[in-house]
T-cell receptor, first 111, second 113 residues
């Protein structure tokens, strides 16, 4: 699985968009980008995933660059409850199955 | 609704004792995983299973074992608990098909004295 690089921490004002970047320059053609988050003391929660097209669901949007070497998770209207550690993971789908988590980005949403 | 549960949620034990942590999922997922999480180390994979009778070692498997006798359960056993195994343990499951996303349980906080 490709390695990812994320900033250690970020701040965001409540109500504003939170844009969390992730670099994955060694991504392979069959690898997807997954995002999870972990709110304090809880189990990680799946947010969104994509291969090369931008994706949107009820929680967030995922923007993947054309060369697929980086991506951005967008929380359009961050709330205090979005304060969490966000993990960007690159891996094959329906293949290796196991997921290796890195250090992630600690997002602080401030009132 | 389908879910994944872990028990106990909190456990205190003594060094040298055998401890078993339970994980039960009702999604009928083929894949199940155990992670531990410590400050400064993030989530580390202990063991995983792709189906009944299948088990595989993860990156930190020493001192732990699992068995998969049915689809729903993957118990994690600490053969002889050590203080270094004090941690929060998370169980997860995923389907073999579809987007292959993992669903995590609420965690078990284990303290080994």
């Amino acid at each position: 699985d490709a390695k990812t690089t994320q900033p250690t921490s970020m701040d965001c004002a409540e109500g504003r968009a939170a844009n969390l970047p992730c670099n994955h320059s060694t991504i392979s053609g069959n690898e997807y980008v997954y995002w999870y988050r972990q709110i304090h003391s809880q189990g990680p929660q799946y947010i969104i995933h994509g291969l090369k097209n931008n994706e949107t669901n009820e929680m967030a949007s995922l923007i993947i660059t054309e060369d697929r070497k980086s991506s951005t998770l967008i929380l359009p209207h961050a709330t205090l409850r979005d304060t969490a550690v966000y993990y960007c993971i690159v891996r094959v789908a329906n293949g290796g199955f196991k997921t290796i988590f890195g250090a992630g980005t600690r997002l602080f949403v401030k009132a | 609704d389908a879910e994944i549960t872990q028990s106990p949620r909190h456990k205190i034990t003594e060094t040298g004792r055998q401890v078993t942590l339970a994980c039960h999922q009702t999604w009928n997922h083929n894949n199940m995983f155990w992670y531990r999480q410590d400050l400064g180390h993030g989530l580390r994979l202990i063991h995983y299973s792709y189906g009944v009778q299948d088990t595989n070692k993860g990156e930190v498997s020493d001192g732990y074992s699992v068995s998969r006798s049915n689809t729903e359960d993957l118990p994690l056993t600490l053969e002889s608990a050590a203080s270094s195994q004090t941690s929060v343990y998370f169980c997860a499951s995923s389907d073999r098909t579809g987007p292959d996303t993992q669903y995590f349980g609420p965690g078990t906080r284990l303290t080994v004295l």
